[in-house]
């Protein structure tokens, strides 16, 4: 009778082991579908984060650029690059919640933005070098403000803070020729 008791507790305790891993992988199922239902989020938050100043960037300098005083077409591929790379670098803040933490980060990123597509309205020259200039110092406090939740969103300012540098250097050339 011994020998049958313990066959039936050995099998009663893999049952058990077998619901249990049951039940693990049905937890473990769920927890994987809450994973990719928030990749899911996460990825198309980025894709606007980084599609809308791009889209606006082209529509601006595209139907209300400065048709008369265009720059190059390398000038506007830039500017583009320049308008996604700050908008993967504000999703990365607001990823970490630095836009809750620091609103003025949002405020000065908002305001690069615009003088961005005021700078593809103005064209180049004085009014365009005032521009610049502007959108070089919201740069700089962008970078300052980015720099402080997430580097790496901080680190990706700085090719835009060269481009727009790069850019007032050009209207000067071109405010005195």
């Not at 720059?71 to 670098?89: C, E, F, I, P, T």
Request: net charge positive; aromatic share 10%; glycine share 6%.
């Amino acid at each position: 009778m011994d020998s049958q008791d313990i066959r039936y507790r050995a099998g009663d305790a893999a049952m058990a082991e077998t619901e249990r891993k049951q039940a693990d992988d049905n937890n473990n199922k769920g927890k994987r579908d809450q994973k990719r239902a928030m990749a899911k989020r996460g990825l198309k938050s980025l894709t606007l984060a980084v599609a809308a100043p791009v889209l606006l960037t082209l529509f601006t300098s595209y139907f209300l650029g400065n048709q008369a005083r265009s720059s190059s077409w390398v000038l506007h591929l830039m500017r583009l690059a320049s308008s996604g790379l700050m908008g993967l670098a504000a999703w990365l803040v607001w990823v970490d919640g630095g836009f809750h933490k620091k609103p003025n980060a949002l405020y000065l990123y908002l305001a690069q933005f615009v003088l961005c597509l005021t700078t593809c309205m103005v064209g180049s020259g004085l009014a365009g070098l005032a521009v610049c200039l502007c959108q070089s110092a919201a740069l700089f406090r962008c970078y300052k403000a980015f720099n402080e939740t997430s580097p790496v969103a901080g680190n990706m300012v700085k090719p835009c803070l060269a481009f727009a540098a790069f850019v007032a250097a050009v209207n000067v050339k071109l405010a005195i020729a």
